[in-house]
Nanobody, 130 residues
Framework: QVQLVESGGGLVQPGGSLRLSCAVSGFTASGFTLDDYAIAWFRQAPGKEREGVSCISTRYSNIRYADAVRGRFTISRDNDENTVYLQMNSLQPDDAAVYYC??????????????????WGQGTQVTVSS
């Protein structure tokens, strides 16, 4: 099991931007590296189910985006800092949610489905309001 801690959430106006960070730790003791994991972002708005946003897998050279965010959000990773980022531009009210990062050991990022992810952060709140 690895630990994930999100940060960077906050309040922005429609059309604004935020950059979320996901710090990943606890895997080096097991002999793993960040590249052994698919790291994904999910979000959950009040009264709605948790939905996938984006995923990055260095091992499989794969990046996925949900249709709702493609072209506006960009996922990236810094292996030296063991951190995954989500740059969110042109934010809209429908983007408001608690954003979570999650890890899937050996995952290829083929599916943005909560069932494939074992380790989760506690989330960071993103509010989009004028």
């Amino acid at each position: 099991q690895v630990q994930l801690v999100e940060s960077g959430g906050g309040l922005v106006q429609p059309g604004g931007s935020l950059r979320l960070s996901c710090a990943v730790s606890g895997f080096t003791a097991s002999g793993f590296t960040l590249d052994d994991y698919a790291i994904a972002w999910f979000r959950q708005a009040p009264g709605k189910e948790r939905e996938g946003v984006s995923c990055i897998s260095t091992r499989y050279s794969n990046i996925r985006y949900a249709d709702a965010v493609r072209g506006r959000f960009t996922i990236s990773r810094d292996n030296d800092e063991n951190t995954v980022y989500l740059q969110m531009n042109s934010l809209q009210p429908d983007d408001a949610a608690v954003y979570y990062c999650a890890a899937d050991y050996g995952g290829p990022c083929e599916m943005l489905d909560t069932r494939y992810y074992d380790d989760w952060g506690q989330g960071t709140q993103v509010t989009v309001s004028s």
